[in-house]
């Protein structure tokens, strides 16, 4: 069993959903923080979903307006992913967040 330490990057350039990771088949996660910056000129919103792969349903969790120019984490807590389950995010305009995810990846082999 190793544990391995990652970050996924993203920048959102749509408002659809975005998976911004999936958890590896072998493997468990926790998503230690998720820190998003407005490089828009708007306030917005953002939205955080883990991705149920089991019930292959999405869970809201997390949902902040983040001033434009500011930064914030928007995760309240560690959140824990099981194989194959998702974190996605969605913002409330295009091209407005991009941000950073700090994981710690369980791989069971």
């Known amino acids: 069993m190793a544990n391995i330490y990652k970050n996924a990057q993203f920048d959102l350039t749509s408002t659809d959903v975005t998976d911004v990771y999936t958890v590896p088949s072998n493997s468990r996660a926790i998503i230690q923080n998720i820190h998003v910056a407005n490089v828009g000129s708007s306030n917005t919103e953002i939205k955080a979903f883990l ?15 983040v001033n434009s120019g500011n ?5 309240d807590g560690s959140i824990v992913l099981e194989e ?8 409330g305009g295009a091209n407005i967040f991009e941000g950073t995810c700090a994981i710690l990846e369980i791989n069971r082999d």
């Open 71 to 75: 930064s914030q984490s928007i995760s």
């Open 51 to 65: 991705y149920d792969n089991s019930a292959t349903t999405a869970f809201q969790f997390a949902e902040h307006t």
């Open 84 to 91: 194959n389950d998702k974190l996605q995010l969605q913002s």
